[in-house]
């Protein structure tokens, strides 16, 4: 059994964490933390859990998580990066699912974060955690920095696009919405449900965070010669619990010569165990995808004119987090990729 520690396991990721790895056949949380509960049993907080989970939330404490094979931190940014160094140092794996080691540049992950990076001398050691084009470099890693839920959804679906340079890349646009678990559990008015329900609005439109992360990642999967990705992104927030829905809207580099659309997404993501392409002309939606690590992607070229649009659905929880991360635990340790994820969505 692969032991698993949790730091920050109070948040909704922590919870995630916990739903999938109580019925991961290879691994056991041994340690879960949270300073404000400490002490507390986890299926009290967490009473979905009862039966389940038997553990009580302790300090975050370096020798104990130490002792595990593997830590996940499911903390706000700017928490694993000051713990790293020690950690790391005892020898065990670390997923960390915030954005404390997204971004390759120091300088701009305190632009956009709005402090110093605590440990820059550790990004170089981090891969960042989509198994869709990163699996080789996640199998050798030590330090692992999941994705952001909106990254993860935009990535998927631009992937067979630009890895074929086939699009106009300096100007993607994309609309995406998420549903409020994306913004945690520490509350602010804007996500109680008086506000947030009945309601649609998009926020961010000046500059989100995701921003260089998602560009960033975008480049990585340009052939070399490409004109590097620029992206305009506009998040809404949806009056829902779980989900995300991007709609990626690509112009043709010449829409004369693209090849079959439909064909080239199924034949990317054929080998891909959370990947879904729907069949030509069927709609994604995030109820589909509800509680389980998969993305599912639609492709379509309307009027057969020069702008590609693609849709993508994920669970913000899930494949935007704490799946995905035990999707990359589950490739560093040489398992099943699909051990503790093989879930089918919660319909209707
Ligand atoms: N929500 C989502 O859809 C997604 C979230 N993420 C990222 O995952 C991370 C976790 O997010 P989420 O689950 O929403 O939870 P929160 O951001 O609300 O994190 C709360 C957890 O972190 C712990 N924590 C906070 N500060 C510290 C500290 N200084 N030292 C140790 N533990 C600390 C808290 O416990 P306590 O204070 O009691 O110690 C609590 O358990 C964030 O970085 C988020 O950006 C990534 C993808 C999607
Ligand atoms: C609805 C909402 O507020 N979403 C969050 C993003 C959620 C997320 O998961 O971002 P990280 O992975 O980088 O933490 C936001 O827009 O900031």
Redesign the pocket.
Known sequence: MIKVGI????????VELLRLLSKHPEAEVVVI?????AGIPVADLYTNLRGHVDLCFTE?DVATLGECDVVFF????G?AQNLMPALLATGTRVID???DFRIRDPELWARWYNQTHGCPELISQAVYGVPEYQREAIKQARLVA?P??YPTAIQLGLLPLLEQNLVDSEHLIIDAASGA??????GKVDFLLTEAGDNFKAYGAGGHRHLPEIEQSLRDMQPAGSKPAQVTFVPHLLPMIRGIHATTYARALDANTLPDLQALFEERFADEPFVDVMPAGVHPQTRSVKGSNMCRISVFQPQQRDTIVVLSVID??TK??SGQAVQNMNIMFGLAENAGLDVVALLP
């Open positions: 730091v920050g396991g109070t948040g909704y990721t922590g933390t949270s300073r404000a509960e975050p499911a903390t706000p940014h928490v699912l915030s954005a999941c952001g839920c678990t994306g913004a945690g559990r520490q913000n929880l935007g987090a």
